[in-house]
Each structure stands twice: as structure tokens, then as C-alpha cells.
């Protein structure tokens, strides 16, 4: 018989109630109000979504990364374990109390990744963030943006004007990544419409669903040719 779940955290938000939920030693997860956000026994999506979103920086010593969404940890984990020691990478984290959990009852599912030397959190929304980043010259530019975020590209989503996966959201993605740069994206369902966007803003697009059976999500790459970025910047 399966052991019940336990509540072990909650907190009040906008959205509704955010739960982490434990049974078990490895067995986490995070509920906003009735709807499962997180599983940590179902992880596949994430661990290639990191991996394919840095898989051109493994000998890139000076790699910059921006990860959006820190969930349970599993694609920050994966994103370490590609890059090398010498590599940094941000992740935007809305929720601090998200961060608090991949700290304490979730760190043990990644080997606390969330601490890693490379790492620094900024609890901020990942789209303020690239859109400062796209808007500073100052800035250091990124090899990588990889966006875990429970509520991925889907055929509702505003064309224009979503934070996210609008088209003015990609093109700040596009200002805000070096020369060559890669976007990798989570999605429940494959989108036509955000793969048309992201091909509209100069990036070569394609799709992973991965795994062979059960629920596969979809992982969205889309790389920047550097012919592209660097004429965006002719005077």
C-alpha cells in the first residue's frame, strides 16, 4: 500500500495555496491549490531540457547561463552537470520560499544544486530579468537561456504581447544572448505558434519529446546564428 501523502510546507499566493507534499525519502510534490506543478518521480523533460539548452558549452569555460524557474531543482542540476566548473549560471526564482525548499527537503534529490559555487539566485521574475539584461549595454550577455516554468508556450498564449513567449518576450531573449546563444524551453504540449515566433526572430528551431511512453512534454530549442545577432547591432 502507498504511503499518504503529508503536507510539509504551504504557503498563501496569488495563485492559490503553494504546497510541498512528501512521501517517502524521494518522493516530493508541489501542488498549487489542486494542480500537481512538480513530481519528483517524473523528471525526464527537465534533466533533457537542461542538458540539451548547454550542451554547446561543455568545453566553454567563461559559459553564462540564465535558468528561469527553479522548481525542484532537476534542470538546474542537469544544466551543472553539463557545463564546466568554471561556468556561471543565474536562476531567476518569483517564489523565495521555492528557493528555501530546494535548500532544505528538495536538495537532496539534486545533491543540493541550489548551492553550488557556480550558482546565484535572484528572486526576481525571469522576464524582468532578461528584459534588463536585453536593455543594458552593460550587462554581460548570456550563451543560454533555459525557461523551466510550469506554464509553458501553448495556442492561447498572447503572440505579442505574453511575458514570456510573445514576440516582443523573444526578442528580448534574442537581444539578451551572445552571439551563437541558445534558448531551450518547457512546454506541456508542442506549439506551432511559438516555434513560428521563435523562427521569425532569426533563431533555427527544434523539438525533443522525451522518453518512449507516459506523459512527454516538450523541450523547445532555438539557436541564434551569430550572422543574425551580430547585424541586429550594425549601426
Not at 546565484?120 to 525557461?147: Q, Y
Request: net charge neutral; proline share 4%; hydrophobic share 40%.
Amino acid at each position: 500500500m502507498a504511503q499518504p501523502w503529508k503536507t510539509i510546507d504551504n504557503i498563501s499566493t496569488e495563485e492559490g495555496n503553494l504546497e510541498l507534499r512528501q512521501r517517502g525519502e524521494r518522493d516530493f510534490l508541489i501542488m498549487i491549490g489542486a494542480q500537481v506543478l512538480m513530481n519528483s518521480m517524473l523528471n525526464r523533460s527537465e534533466v533533457v531540457l537542461g542538458r540539451l539548452g548547454c550542451d554547446r558549452l561543455k568545453e566553454s569555460k567563461l559559459a553564462r547561463v540564465l535558468v528561469g524557474g527553479l522548481g525542484m531543482g532537476f534542470t538546474l542540476k542537469a544544466v551543472l552537470d553539463t557545463l564546466p566548473a568554471t561556468a556561471g549560471v543565474i536562476v531567476a526564482e518569483l517564489n523565495p520560499t521555492v528557493y528555501k525548499w530546494c535548500r532544505g527537503p528538495l536538495a537532496l534529490l539534486t545533491e543540493s544544486a541550489v548551492t553550488d559555487p557556480r550558482v546565484t539566485v535572484e528572486i526576481d521574475d525571469v522576464a524582468h530579468l532578461i528584459k534588463r539584461v536585453a536593455m543594458d549595454g552593460s550587462e554581460t550577455h548570456f550563451d543560454a537561456i533555459v525557461l523551466d516554468l510550469y506554464r509553458g508556450p501553448h495556442a492561447k498564449t498572447d503572440h505579442i504581447d505574453d511575458p514570456l513567449y510573445g514576440s516582443k518576450a523573444i526578442e528580448n531573449m534574442r537581444t539578451a544572448l551572445k552571439p551563437g546563444g541558445v534558448v531551450a524551453v518547457w512546454g506541456e504540449n508542442y506549439d506551432e505558434g511559438f516555434c513560428k515566433r521563435l523562427q521569425s526572430a532569426g533563431f533555427t528551431v527544434s523539438t525533443d519529446r522525451p522518453g518512449k511512453g507516459g506523459l512527454r512534454h516538450v523541450v523547445f530549442l532555438a539557436h541564434l546564428g551569430q550572422s543574425t545577432k551580430t547585424s541586429k547591432h550594425k549601426p
